[in-house]
T-cell receptor, first 111, second 110 residues
């Protein structure tokens, strides 16, 4: 049973639209992460947070932004979607030194 | 620069036989290694891990071996079952920095 939830699961949308991908976890984890993954490729970290009001960029440059106003919620926003943003976006969380726990992802297609 | 490499994109084995998935890394600062399993339309789920102070960790049918001098780790699944068919990601950590490989798709044939 998932303790970390991502919505929507799938999104097909036109170029130029503003998009927010939602991620919520019920485990009380301080650390949360966003990854981008293309088929057959490794997961690339695009954003992470170590707690409320803490956000950092990952090692893959991304035009998206994130916020962490509440511990359980870590939304990712694209102000103006482009076809190059088409990808799978995975959210994860972790507590202490435990392994990261992933959501089921959002598969985003920009037309 | 890809610091964690899984050079086999796919692997096919017969049910009941051993599956061996390999992973190489380049950064000697990595001190903790994990394997994740991913089914289609689901997120990766944690499978097994190993600290750099060990060379083997076993959990049921799954064993991870670490060879630090070769910067190589492997995941052994014995016996393999059709339900093991999935994509397996290797990951390596140094502090809070975690890097993933591109995954190996394992198919276990009945």
């Amino acid at each position: 049973e998932a303790d970390i939830y991502q919505t929507p699961r799938y999104l097909v949308i036109g170029t130029g639209k503003k998009i927010t991908l939602e991620c919520s976890q019920t485990m009380g984890h301080d650390k949360m992460y966003w990854y981008q993954q293309d088929p057959g490729m490794e997961l690339h970290l695009i954003h992470y947070s170590y707690g409320v009001n803490s956000t950092e960029k990952g090692d893959l440059s991304s035009e998206s932004t994130v916020s962490r106003i509440r511990t359980e919620h870590f939304p990712l926003t694209l102000e103006s979607a482009r076809p190059s943003h088409t990808s799978q976006y995975l959210c994860a969380s972790s507590g202490g030194n435990q392994p990261q726990h992933f959501g089921d992802g959002t598969r985003l297609s920009i037309l | 620069d890809q610091q964690v490499k899984q050079n086999s994109p796919s692997l096919s084995v017969q049910e009941g036989r051993i599956s061996i998935l390999n992973c190489d890394y380049t950064n000697s600062m990595f001190d903790y290694f994990l394997w994740y399993k991913k089914y289609p339309a689901e997120g990766p789920t944690f499978l097994i891990s190993i600290s750099s102070i060990k060379d083997k960790n076993e959990d049921g049918r799954f064993t991870v071996f670490l060879n630090k001098s070769a910067k190589h780790l492997s995941l052994h699944i014995v016996p393999s079952q059709p339900g093991d068919s999935a994509v397996y990601f290797c990951a390596a950590k140094s502090g809070d920095d975690m890097r993933f490989g591109a995954g190996t798709r394992l198919t276990v044939k009945p």
